[in-house]
């Protein structure tokens, strides 16, 4: 069972799949690793990233999310971040 989900505003389409939420554990300590070794590259590779590890999704799933759903996955998993004063 998931720990939190995100309703994402445009399903993404996998083969015949459909997926329009995401449905995400607590991120752990090695998912926020993967989270800061992808901000080396750019923001976006490392929310993949977390998306990822923690909707337990594959690469070619996530890059599908439109850009729209970035601010509300990231407010999903803010309290989860490093730095962020209102963690968990």
Known sequence: MADFEITLS???QHGTESISVLE???P??????AFMQGQKTSDIAAV?????KCAKLSPAVVGKIKAADLEMIM???AP?????????
Request: some cysteine; overall charge negative; hydrophobic content about 35%.
């Open 10 to 12: 445009k399903p993404v």
């Open 24 to 26: 995400c554990d607590e």
């Open 48 to 52: 993949k990233k977390l998306i990822e």
């Open 80 to 88: 989860f971040l490093p730095g962020n004063k209102t963690a968990q």
């Open 75 to 77: 407010d999903a998993f």
């Open 28 to 33: 752990t300590l090695d998912d926020l690793d």
